[in-house]
């Protein structure tokens, strides 16, 4: 009887996981494009990218918010960046993403021994409270898809979830502009720039700097935010309520 081979390492599974995982992405984006948003999941590049904010406050431990985390692309960088001590909640509304980010974390080998420190929500962030404030924030979301009042809704939760100080990192495709003119739909197109200025509002008050990421298909451009001391202007506070019908 000859032995069974098991020589398959954990950076092998780590590997099969993020091969299975773009897939998967390719699939729920032919079932759902409005919620998925993208063909791919994000590139190594722009996964580099987004979590600067985690990098930027190194040395000690942070609480983290990774929205819309897809099959993980974002995660697994994250993963390996988080301090020692450091918490990260994931969220993610999709229901067959959420149990391939849970696999994830019950079985990469850079989280033995800690995986308790990390959870996944199936939920909309919108609705998300673990009762606790976040040092970073990291959204994949398809904000491209939205209309005006989620956006609203959303950016104004992340302001709330921020702690004063906290820092957001969110990405939009590039040319998306471009793309918006040829929508046969007026409605559409309409509402294209209108969930355009709303960012846009929003990069105007909390914007600390923009980084164009080429080596993405599609090339993309990351806008970090930052939530400021004291208390959250009263603009942002009332507009993210009335969006979510608070």
């Keep these: 009887m000859h ?7 954990p ?12 897939w998967m992405f390719l699939l729920e984006a032919a079932r759902d494009m409005r919620t998925t948003g993208a063909l791919a999941p994000s590139g ?16 000690r431990p942070l609480s983290v918010l990774e929205a819309g985390a897809g099959t993980g692309s974002v995660t697994r960088s994250l ?3 988080l301090p020692t001590g450091s918490r990260l909640d994931i969220v ?18 850079h989280l033995a021994g800690r995986s308790e420190r990390i959870r996944v929500h199936e939920a909309y962030v919108e609705e998300l409270d673990v ?13 491209a898809n939205f209309d005006p009042r989620q956006i609203e809704a959303i950016m104004g939760r992340y302001l709330e979830l921020l702690r004063p100080g906290g820092l957001l990192a969110y990405f939009a495709y590039r040319g998306t502009r471009r793309a918006r003119s040829l ?4 409605n559409q197109a309409r509402r294209h720039r209108a969930a355009e200025e709303v960012l846009a509002d929003y990069r105007r008050r909390y914007a600390t700097g923009r980084s164009t990421v080429w080596a993405n298909l599609p090339p993309a451009d990351v806008w970090h935010l930052r939530r400021p001391a004291g208390s959250l202007p009263a603009a942002s506070r009332t507009s993210a309520g009335a969006a979510a019908g608070w």
């Design 92 to 109: 993610e509304a999709n229901p067959r993403f959420t149990g391939r980010l849970r696999d994830l974390v019950r079985t990469h080998p």
């Design 183 to 186: 929508l046969p739909s007026r």
């Design 44 to 59: 190594r590049a722009l996964a580099h990218a987004l979590t600067e904010p985690v990098r930027s406050q190194a040395g």
């Design 11 to 22: 950076h092998d599974h780590v590997l099969g996981q993020r091969a299975a995982g773009g």
């Design 3 to 9: 032995a069974t081979d098991d020589s398959t390492t």
């Design 131 to 143: 009762g606790r404030r976040y040092d970073a924030i990291i959204s994949a979301l398809p904000f």
């Design 79 to 81: 993963i390996h960046q």
